[in-house]
Each structure stands twice: as C-alpha cells, then as structure tokens.
C-alpha cells in the first residue's frame, strides 16, 4: 500500500522553548512509525529573532533526521495568517496540524493517516488530552476543554480545532482562515462552518491522540472563564457573519437565560464534587460570552 506524504505544520512563539523541543522529541518517534514522507514546517509567529532560537531546538533534537525541516517567519502575530502561511508554503497535499504546546502518541500519523483514506472524507480531528498542574481546580479538570466527550471515532463532526488534524488542502472549498478572528481566536470554527456548508466533510479519528501540557498561567479559574467568554462571543460573531441569528434579541436573551440557568446546576454539582460540574460552568460562561464581550483578547 502506498502512503501519501504528509507535511507536519506547528506554529509556535517566543516563551514557549521547553514546549516546542518536547513536541519534536516526541514526533520523531511518529515520524519513524509513518511508512511514507513527511516535511515539518515550523512558522514563528513572534519576533522574526526567535528563528534562530527555533533552529537551534530543530539541531539539538534531531528531527532532521527524521524528515525534512523548514522555520518560516509569519509577517504578524496573528495565528490565522500563520495558518494561512502553512496552507501556502506547506509542499504536501495532506497537511496535519499539531500546537507547540502538545505532543502526539507515536501511531499519530498513521492513524490520521488511516481515517481519512476515505474517498468521502477530506478532514480528520482527533482528540487532545490535557494534562494539568496538581493545583488545578477540579472544575476545571472536568471541563471537556478540548470537546472530545461524546465523539464517535469515524463519525461525522460538525467543527474541529487545528490542534490535531489531518486535511486534504485539495479538498478544501474555500482554503483561508479569517485573519479577524487571528487575536480573538475562533478563526479555525469559521473556517470550519464555512467550508463545511460547502460541502467539505470533516471525521473524527479516536486513536490518533495527542496531549498538551496546560501551563499553570492557563489553569486558573479566571483564565478558563475567560476563555469561555471568548468562545461564546466569537460563536455569536460567527453566527451573525453566516446570518444563522434570526433574531439578535432574541437570542441574547436566551443567552442570559441559559447562563443563568446553568450556574446553580453548576453550583450544586461542584458542592457534590461531581465530575460533570466544569461542563456545566462551562456552558454557562460561554453563554454569557455571546452578550458579554471579554476585554482581553486570548492571543496577541
């Protein structure tokens, strides 16, 4: 059986050093297990000094012997123009995307690889698992961050993140990330809604696993409702783009009444430290998101 090549592209920044050299020690190791070629495409989207920094993790790690290593610079801290800088400058027809802040299970590729040798199939997500610090709340433990629960391994999806995915850019009805979502976040979802309405379909592959280290800074109660804010309003945005809100009053009202709703279940479920509680806080704060707008933006 012949395997299609496969390029590999990461987007990192300047901080997150230990992170990047953890993901390409453990790639190499999913490099080795995929039978066909592969490139990794690294795009810095911080200052354009940190490549050499970059190139320095690539030597030091060995990856190259592995594969073949390109560091490209984004012209902006905007994680959708680097995702549009994958797409372009990536050389394979199938591109999987990873974060710097993950690492993948070493069957990664070929699982990927596997579910979407499907002549139906143009997109194949896979689940992230996060591991926290000991100090994390529980609720947030609980939270399904990553929205894995309840998957269906081959089924359809209706949306994935680009944290672990496999895509045939030929596929791909209309190949662009919104570049105003690049600061708030949210610019993979509308990619996602839009092509999918054009008839690109998008499965789910349970095996192909990856994880993520969450960083202490990122597992606190304020940031995880933040983030939760943030989805709601880049969700109504999205919506209101795609002209799925019929009516906005209406729907900023059921917003509030769902968010308000959802708290003393919540609340309860955390007094009886039930596993569920972080859902349930979660989709309050993301509800209170769609009517109330976060000051902080996720990413710049």
């Given at each position: 059986m012949e395997h299609s090549p496969i390029s590999v592209g990461v987007i990192t920044i300047q901080g997150r050093e230990k992170a990047l050299e953890k993901l390409l020690t453990h790639l190499k190791e999913s490099l080795l297990h995929y039978p066909g070629k592969c490139e990794l495409v690294i795009c810095n989207n911080s200052d354009q000094s940190y490549i050499s920094r970059i190139e320095e993790i690539v030597v030091s790690t060995n990856v190259r012997d592995f594969c073949t290593v390109r560091v490209i610079q984004s012209s902006e801290n905007n994680i959708a123009v680097a995702r549009n800088l994958l797409f372009k400058e990536s050389t394979d027809r199938l591109l999987a995307f990873i974060d710097d802040d993950e690492y993948p299970t070493e069957s990664w590729l070929v699982e990927l690889a596997k579910a979407i040798d499907n002549e139906d199939t143009h997109v194949v997500a896979g689940p992230v698992i996060a591991n926290?610090?000991?100090t994390t709340p529980d609720w947030i433990v609980n939270s399904d961050l990553h929205n894995t629960e309840h998957r269906k391994d081959g089924s359809k999806i209706p949306y994935a993140a680009t944290c672990n995915l496999l895509i045939d850019k030929q596929s791909v009805p209309q190949?662009?990330?919104?570049v105003d979502y690049g600061k708030s976040g949210g610019s993979d979802t509308e990619f996602f809604i839009r092509n999918i309405e054009a008839g690109m379909v998008v499965r789910w592959a349970s095996d192909a696993l990856v994880y993520e280290d969450v960083d202490s800074s990122r597992a606190n109660t304020k940031f995880m409702i933040r983030r939760f804010m943030t989805q709601g309003q880049v969700f109504r945005r999205i919506q209101t783009l795609h002209e799925k809100i019929p009516n906005q009053f209406l729907f900023s009202v059921k917003a509030w009444v769902v968010g308000i709703g959802c708290l003393?279940?919540?609340?309860?479920?955390?007094?009886a430290n039930r596993n569920t509680s972080g859902q349930w806080l979660k989709r309050a704060f993301f509800n209170f998101g769609k009517v109330i707008a976060p000051t902080k933006l996720l990413y710049g």
């Open positions: 926290y610090p000991d190949p662009v990330f919104d003393p279940i919540a609340g309860t479920l955390l007094i």
